[in-house]
T-cell receptor, first 113, second 113 residues
Framework: DGGITQSPKYLFRKEGQNVTLSCEQN?????MYWYRQDPGQGLRLIYY???????QKGDIAEGYSVSREKKESFPLTVTSAQKNPTAFYLC????????????FGPGTRLTVT | AQSVTQLGSHVSVSEGALVLLRCNYS??????LFWYVQYPNQGLQLLLK??????LVKGINGFEAEFKKSETSFHLTKPSAHMSDAAEYFC???????????FGAGTRLTVKP
């Protein structure tokens, strides 16, 4: 079955540690996205990539980093510089530009204490 | 810049009653509009999309939405609510001039027996 996988579902880290969230898709989509979701705030764009080896910052990129070395993979690293990293993180992909619908993974809930 | 406003962070209806979730958008060019549904601790699933074809769009699970340019609205409706419709619903907008999709803050739908 085609789709997007995110792992792990739940992740716990101590403050000051970097953590990498995995996102893999087998839909052959060119574009991939990372969003952060907090209660009552909808989805906020962290980073997006429209092609391999290229990515752009979204609205809240500070404290995060990404890579896009393969078309099917778009990992997100939450660094110790992120002031409030506890959140639900969603990865998505689309065929191309934002005028196409996005397909979402199941999400990773990160808790930092 | 494009943006979306969802009126009402919480909507409660009785089972069998009409569901109406409101969405207003702003966009300087003809928009693409989407409704997504999210069940607890899951990713978003596309309900329907408007891409400048028919103004009345039918989606999955009996939902539909009507694009009204004069009102800059794209409200989501369902004639008869089911218990399984209880979830959070997000309206989103994108257009050809931007490389990202903007999401509303979401509306949580509760269905009472």
């Amino acid at each position: 079955d085609g789709g997007i996988t995110q792992s792990p579902k739940y992740l716990f880290r101590k403050e000051g540690q970097n953590v990498t969230l995995s996102c893999e898709q087998n839909l052959n989509h060119d574009a991939m996205y990372w969003y952060r979701q907090d209660p009552g705030q909808g989805l906020r764009l962290i980073y997006y990539s429209q092609i391999v080896n290229d990515f752009q910052k979204g609205d809240i990129a500070e404290g995060y980093s990404v890579s896009r070395e393969k078309k099917e993979s778009f990992p997100l690293t939450v660094t110790s510089a992120q002031k409030n990293p506890t959140a639900f993180y969603l990865c998505a992909s689309s065929i191309g530009a934002s005028t196409y619908e996005q397909y979402f993974g199941p999400g990773t809930r990160l808790t930092v204490t | 810049a494009q943006s979306v406003t969802q009126l009402g962070s919480h909507v409660s209806v009785s089972e069998g009653a009409l569901v109406l979730l409101r969405c207003n958008y702003s966009s300087s060019v003809p928009p693409y509009l989407f409704w997504y549904v999210q069940y607890p601790n899951q990713g978003l699933q596309l309900l329907l999309k408007y891409t400048s074809a028919a103004t009345l769009v039918k989606g999955i699970n009996g939902f539909e939405a009507e694009f009204k340019k004069s009102e800059t609205s794209f409200h989501l409706t369902k004639p008869s609510a089911h218990m399984s419709d209880a979830a959070e619903y997000f309206c989103a907008v994108s257009d050809r001039d931007n490389n990202d999709m903007r999401f509303g803050a979401g509306t949580r739908l509760t269905v009472k027996p």
